[in-house]
């Protein structure tokens, strides 16, 4: 029996409990893959361990069976992988892509022109190597010239030129963690993801991961970027709003939320996951 090779993913960071956004992500891109008679997977992006907050990702998945959205295979845990972060980085460093760097977040705004809080676009000081007396902090990856252009499913044709919009970025960080950028890449590699689905706020990471990819000689997946969830008056949903405590939800709030996320993606009038998989 040849199944179809669609493979999507949610990649849930647990930071707090499922919110309306993120359930968006999750319905949105079991939809994608199960429409295509795909295989959907659910990886734990728990790499950023000062941000995760313990029982979060018991309580992510716990919501998930909640609404109905089965997962194939073992929950993949990214703080369990860091072996194949550091391959890859050794990869890099090795074809000459990634180097060390010294300057602290302070130097950076000091010498940047963006305003105070902004990403300022890396102005390359360690590029040509660490200056004499500098110890490493961070590791940078040497962002390739030129656009980088991909076909967003939802937002059509795109293209973002990496190295003037953020210069070359940190794929490993001051405080040793691998950086999310890099993560994401090696990991939907390595599980052999061929469609990601998620949320809009991503869609300006996207160029940095296909950078990556190339460098890698990974092959690169189809993107889809969902519609932004937003706060009733249009501004963006914080951490806290719209958060979805499991424990408080009885069924007629479980069904009456996802009716919520099916219509934010554009499911009229599916009140269930079957319908809107019928739907489309
Ligand atoms: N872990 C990321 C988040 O929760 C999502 C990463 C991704 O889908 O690529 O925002």
Redesign the pocket.
């Known amino acids: 029996m040849n199944r179809s090779s669609v493979t999507g993913r949610f ?3 647990p930071t707090g409990p499922l919110h309306l956004g ?1 359930l968006v ?1 999750a319905v949105g891109s079991w939809l994608f893959a199960r429409r295509e008679g795909g295989r959907w997977l659910v990886r734990m ?1 728990d790499l950023d361990t000062p941000r995760v907050i313990p029982g979060s990702a018991d309580e992510i998945l716990g919501a998930l069976r909640r609404y109905g959205l089965e997962w194939d295979g073992e929950v993949d845990y990214q703080s369990t992988r860091t072996a194949l972060y550091e391959d890859a980085l050794a990869t890099l460093r090795a074809r000459g892509l990634a180097y060390d760097c010294a300057c602290s977040r302070a130097e950076l705004q000091r010498a940047a022109s963006a305003p105070l809080g902004a990403e300022p676009v890396y102005p390359g000081f360690c590029r040509a190597g660490l200056p004499p007396g500098r110890t490493p902090r961070a590791v940078r990856f040497r962002a390739p010239e030129g656009a980088i252009v991909f076909d967003d499913r939802v937002h059509g044709r795109i293209e973002e030129d990496v190295a003037a919009r953020t210069g070359d970025f940190v794929i490993k960080r001051a405080d040793g963690l691998f950086a ?1 950028q890099l993560a ?1 890449v090696v990991d939907d590699a390595e599980q052999d993801v061929t469609q ?1 689905v ?2 809009g706020d ?1 869609l300006t990471s996207t160029a940095r991961q296909i950078a990556l990819q190339r460098a890698l000689s990974l092959p690169t997946p189809s993107y889809a970027h969902l519609p932004l969830v937003t706060n009733p008056d249009g501004s963006k949903l914080g951490k806290r709003d719209g958060a979805l405590p499991l424990p408080t939800l009885d069924d007629d709030r479980v069904r009456a939320t996802l009716v919520q996320a099916l219509r934010i993606l554009g499911y009229e009038d599916a009140e269930s996951l079957e319908e809107a998989l019928r739907e489309k």
Do not use: F
Request: proline fraction near 8%; charge should be neutral; aromatic fraction near 8%.
């Open positions: 990649a849930p960071s993120s992500a992006e999310y994401v990601v998620r949320g991503l």
